[in-house]
């Protein structure tokens, strides 16, 4: 089983950018897919999740009207889109995968995102 995140990259406050998570060795429709965010000296937060097969999606508060979680099963990909950046969202993401039928959690090793002028 393997989720690889990237698209993580320097951006100014105000700009975009979007990651992608891909994962393999798993039945990539029967998963809840999430974006987890760490930032230096914090706890790791919970961004976005998008459950199969209905595709609802959630968001913290923080990203909520910014950002916007989508999947692809035929690509077996996950998307974050990620809008009007501020500086607070710099951080690590990190993708998770939960395997529904088992319950187990899959992680990728992050992508890092700085917003700075």
């Known amino acids: 089983v393997q989720v690889v995140e990237s698209g993580g990259g320097l951006v100014q406050p105000g700009g975009s950018l979007r990651l992608s998570c891909v994962a393999s060795?798993?039945?990539?429709?029967?998963?809840?897919m999430r974006w987890y965010r760490q930032a230096p000296g914090k706890e790791r937060e919970l961004v976005a999740t998008?459950?199969?097969?209905?595709?609802?999606?959630n968001y913290s508060d923080s990203v909520k009207g910014r950002f916007t979680i989508s999947r692809d099963n035929a690509k077996n990909t996950v998307y974050l889109q990620m809008n009007s950046l501020k500086p607070e969202d710099t951080a690590v993401y990190y993708c998770n995968a939960r395997l529904l039928d088992s319950g187990m959690d899959y992680w990728g090793k992050g992508t890092l995102v700085t917003v700075s002028s």
């Open positions: 998008i459950f199969n097969p209905s595709g609802r999606t």
């Open positions: 060795g798993f039945t990539f429709s029967g998963s809840r």
